[in-house]
């Protein structure tokens, strides 16, 4: 089992920064691919972006890229998310998630369907 802890969600203005880390704890051994999911209300969870843990190769998603950046430290076991320029459709649960599989992703989506274990969420919210 591994687990997974969030912290660094808040509230900022838009056009703010936040910095989300992840701690990952557990059986840690060959976990694969670390992502990012956000959730808003009444919308479905979104896979953002996602780095695999052997080779730190990274993808993020359209709406995202440019404006986030995904890291790792695989030594101390944590999943950064800098995120910049924030705009209040980033508002949202924002969840790590990580995965045995070999597969990061699929035809270009982050699948929720591909990651086991799940953290418990930090809120972000951006205001206008």
């Known amino acids: 089992q591994v687990q997974l802890v969030e912290s660094g969600g808040g509230s900022v203005p838009a056009g703010g920064s936040l910095r989300l880390s992840c701690a990952l704890s557990?059986?840690?051994?060959?976990?694969?691919?670390m992502a990012w999911f956000r959730q808003a209300p009444g919308k479905e969870r979104e896979g953002i972006s996602v780095?695999?843990?052997?080779?730190?190769?990274?993808y993020y998603i359209a709406s995202v890229k440019g404006r986030i950046t995904i890291s790792q430290d695989n030594s101390k076991n944590t999943l950064d998310l800098q995120m910049n320029s924030l705009n209040p459709e980033d508002t949202a649960m924002y969840y790590c998630?990580?995965?045995?599989?070999?597969?990061?992703?699929?035809?270009?989506?982050?699948?929720?369907?591909?990651?086991?274990?799940w953290g418990q969420g930090t809120q972000v919210t951006v205001s206008s």
């Open positions: 998630a990580a995965s045995r599989g070999a597969v990061c992703s699929a035809g270009g989506v982050i699948k929720t369907g591909l990651y086991i274990y």
């Open positions: 557990g059986y840690t051994d060959g976990t694969t691919c």
């Open positions: 780095i695999r843990r052997s080779n730190g190769v990274t």
